[in-house]
């Protein structure tokens, strides 16, 4: 019988601007403080359960995934892990949309244009520029300065957002069948862009896919051929679960 090994996936706990239900994409908000209580007691508490154990973490330069790898490592007393921080496991880039509450944007341009630029795979939200307040900050953010500058986004769609955590995703598999146990903790359409590489989900699918906050995914990789083995297997309540898809799935208020 053919050895498998684990990957676990996780969206950051909720943000102050997930909070605020505010467009956040590489503006680096902090967590909430209930985003850090869920990353202790959804994220941690349901990886403690299921007795996981892992060799390395990834994360990406944003402080909110960052602080959801502290908080998870805290809890399962493994804080002594190696942790890589990798700018193409930032957020997709919401161009000028960042900083803008939805429902607000909703009311002013449309529903169908909002989930077009949030849901759509092709859905490009206008480029960012000097006009919004966070434009500045993002661009100067120190812990993006080894992000070429031919590649730093000023937008993207989720195909662009797919695209550039590609080659990421082959370096952390490669590790995967060669048996180092990881833990990955990124933002949701990154989440999504990965589970669209690690299920082969069609672009019409992974339009529908929704990721809660601190809710951790578990794949298991046959080593040898690479292919997922059984079925997905989210952890925690499945009603709860269920729940927080939708919410994430809306508009919000």
């Known amino acids: 019988m053919s050895r498998t090994n684990q990957l676990v996936l996780v969206r950051h706990g ?4 997930n ?9 680096d908000a902090p967590l909430s403080a209930g985003g850090l209580e869920e990353a202790r007691i959804l994220a941690a508490a349901n990886l403690n359960e299921a007795n996981m154990v892992f060799d390395k973490v990834y994360c990406s330069k944003l402080c909110r995934s960052r602080t959801t790898v502290e908080a998870i490592l805290s809890e399962m007393q493994c804080s002594f892990l190696p942790i890589v921080s990798d700018w193409r496991l930032n957020e997709r880039h919401y161009g000028n949309l960042t900083g803008i509450n939805k429902r ?30 966070y434009y500045y900050q993002i661009a100067n953010n120190p812990a993006f300065l080894d992000v070429p500058p031919n590649e730093f986004p000023l937008t993207e769609s989720m195909r662009m957002c797919v695209d550039r955590v590609a080659p990421i995703w082959l370096e952390i598999k490669k590790e995967v069948l060669m048996g180092t146990r ?10 999504r862009a ?5 299920e082969g989900f069609s672009e019409e699918q992974i339009e529908k896919v929704n990721i809660p906050n601190s ?6 990789f046959n080593m ?3 292919q997922l083995v059984g079925d997905v297997k989210y952890l925690g309540d499945s009603q709860y679960i269920d729940k927080m898809k939708k919410k994430v799935a809306a508009i919000g208020d």
């Not at 809710?215 to 298991?220: A, L, M």
């Open 14 to 17: 909720e943000s102050e601007f």
């Open 19 to 27: 909070l605020k239900n505010l467009f956040c994409g590489w503006h």
């Open 104 to 133: 607000v944007l909703a009311n002013q341009y449309g529903e169908e244009q909002v989930q077009f630029w949030r849901r759509n795979y092709d859905g490009l939200p206008p480029p960012i520029n000097e006009s919004n307040i």
């Open 182 to 191: 990881i833990l990955l903790v990124v933002h949701g359409t990154v989440a």
């Open 194 to 198: 990965l589970i669209k590489h690690i």
């Open 215 to 220: 809710v951790p995914i578990v794949y298991e």
């Open 224 to 226: 040898k051929s690479g």
